[in-house]
């Protein structure tokens, strides 16, 4: 089993940037893809971005030009780098990972925009 722990998540004004982690750990594990999320209340989880195992990235389309996805993986981490951040852009912030033996989810980190 994989655990999951995000950190970074913080209150920010509109324009600013927030760089969120998220560890893996577990005692025997293979992580392929590590992808980002995010949940604003009364709406669906949905994709931010994603890396796989050799660096290729997806972004949705609310995240390109302005959000980086990065991974380190001596250290199973994934980062996510987010400038010009947007009202819009606050919810909680859920790290992801597909691999063996399950895919795991992390338990979230409040990313809050406001001035």
């Known amino acids: 089993q994989v655990q999951l722990v995000e950190s970074g998540g913080a209150l920010v004004q509109p324009g600013g940037s927030l760089r969120l982690s998220c560890a893996a750990s577990g005692s025997s594990f293979r992580i392929d893809a590590m992808a980002w999320y995010r949940q604003a209340p009364g709406k669906d989880r949905e994709l931010v971005a994603s890396i796989t195992s050799d660096g290729s990235t997806t972004y949705a389309d609310s995240a390109k030009g302005r959000f980086t996805i990065s991974r380190d993986n001596a250290k199973n981490t994934v980062y996510l780098q987010m400038n010009s951040l947007k009202p819009e852009d606050a919810a909680v912030y859920y790290c992801?990972?597909?691999?063996?033996?399950?895919?795991?989810w992390g338990k979230g980190t409040r990313v809050t925009v406001s001035s």
């Open positions: 992801h990972t597909r691999g063996w033996p399950m895919d795991s």
